[in-house]
Nanobody
Framework: VQLEESGGGLVQAGGSLRLSCAAS????????VGWFRQAPGKEREFVAA????????GYVDSVKGRFTISMDNAKNTVFLQMNSLKPEDTAVYYC????????????????????WGQGTQVTVSS
């Protein structure tokens, strides 16, 4: 499966962005999907994950209540709605996918993902 992120950009603190991760080649119905981010000089960090068929979601504590991950199977796209953005959210955001047998499995470890997008830059100004 090929993944392509979009929706990044420059936004002021307190603003919102919606990132999209579009899949081609295969449908997301067999995959768990995650969003990760990497800021300059820092390691790649888990942000959010969703299980197959949208049955389960998980978030890193720093984004809980502000970010929402969702999957639109008809559009074969996973979204990350980001509200109340903070300067510390500035990073390159990546989506990733891995096939899972369970409908409820969340994958939060980046080493377990097999497919990655190219990333999209999110910059939050103070």
């Amino acid at each position: 499966v090929q993944l392509e992120e979009s929706g990044g950009g420059l936004v002021q603190a307190g603003g919102s962005l919606r990132l999209s991760c579009a899949a081609s080649g295969r449908t997301f119905s067999s995959y768990a999907v995650g969003w990760f981010r990497q800021a300059p000089g820092k390691e790649r960090e888990f942000v959010a994950a969703i299980s197959r068929r949208n049955s389960n979601t998980g978030y890193v504590d720093s984004v809980k209540g502000r970010f929402t991950i969702s999957m639109d199977n008809a559009k074969n796209t996973v979204f990350l709605q980001m509200n109340s953005l903070k300067p510390e959210d500035t990073a390159v955001y990546y989506c990733a996918a891995v096939q899972t047998l369970s409908f409820d499995t969340l994958v939060t470890n980046h080493n377990q993902y097999h497919y990655w997008g190219q990333g999209t830059q999110v910059t939050v100004s103070s």
